[in-house]
């Protein structure tokens, strides 16, 4: 959020000390500077792809999230472990996860496809969508989409950005999409001819009858049997807590 307000360059300063609350809470401070080294990226090619054509402040911008990617950077050692922190998330995010289910890529199953199909929704959104992108916000869906893909628990740092970068894109497609068929204008039924008439009143019901239909349908399944989400009985978790409660271990695992 703080990064799309072009508007109030000044808020991009709050990163730091949201930095150091992030980084006394929880190592995935990580992600938020890499969306600044992304958005970064983005403003830069933006500025170089704008000198000589542009204002002559076009690298105002670059210059002020590179300032408050520093800061943020270094606001990160305001933790009790201090100049260790650093070396502790290297050793972190390069840690082996393969038995973590979590951690895995994203699948068919029925747990995974609710993500995938959000997933598919968004691209093709972004694609289609004739919105003006710009090079940060194509940066952050290319990046963000990826490790959604290939780790399941990067599917929130996604859905955060989608929320903030793609939802622009999405509108452009409702508003030039099947919303228009949903609301004629007087000058559409003047110019329109009977046969265009009749196409969108058939799909002006098809969709008023599909939509609540689907929602309905998917509501009277999770009331009545709830979401199943198939888990191996081998992988990590299940099999150490099944190992744990079979042979009654107790006190303090940790």
Not at 27 to 33: D, E, F, N, P
Not at 85 to 92: E, Q, V
Not at 187 to 210: F, H, K, P, Q
């Amino acid at each position: 959020y703080l990064m799309n307000r072009e508007d109030r360059p000044g808020w991009l300063y709050a990163c730091p000390v949201i930095a150091a609350i992030w980084a006394n809470v929880h190592a995935g401070v990580v992600a938020g500077l890499g969306l600044m080294v992304l958005f970064l990226a983005g403003d830069a090619i933006e500025a170089w792809r704008s000198r000589g054509s542009g204002p002559d402040n076009v690298w105002s911008r670059p210059r002020r999230v590179a300032v408050a990617l520093l800061y943020s950077a270094a606001a990160t050692l305001a933790t009790p472990y201090g100049a260790d922190f650093w070396p502790f998330l290297w050793r972190a995010t390069t840690l082996g996860r393969e038995y973590i289910t979590e951690w895995a890529p994203l699948s068919w199953r029925p747990g995974d496809g609710t993500y995938l199909l959000c997933a598919l929704v968004f691209t093709f959104a972004f694609i289609r969508s004739r919105h003006q992108k710009t090079p940060a916000e194509i940066l952050v869906f290319i990046v963000t989409l990826y490790l959604g893909l290939t780790h399941k628990r990067h599917m929130m740092i996604f859905a955060i950005a989608a929320g903030m970068t793609i939802a622009p894109h999405v509108a452009d497609c409702l508003r030039g999409g099947w919303l228009e068929y949903l609301h004629d204008t007087p000058d559409d039924d003047a110019t329109a001819g009977d046969e265009s008439r009749a196409d969108r009143t058939i799909l002006r019901r098809v969709y008023c009858a599909a939509i609540p239909i689907i929602l309905a349908a998917f509501l009277f399944a999770v009331a009545n049997r709830g979401v199943k989400i198939p888990v191996d009985p081998g992988s990590y978790p299940v099999a150490a807590r099944r190992f744990i409660q079979e042979n009654k271990i107790a006190g303090n695992l940790y």
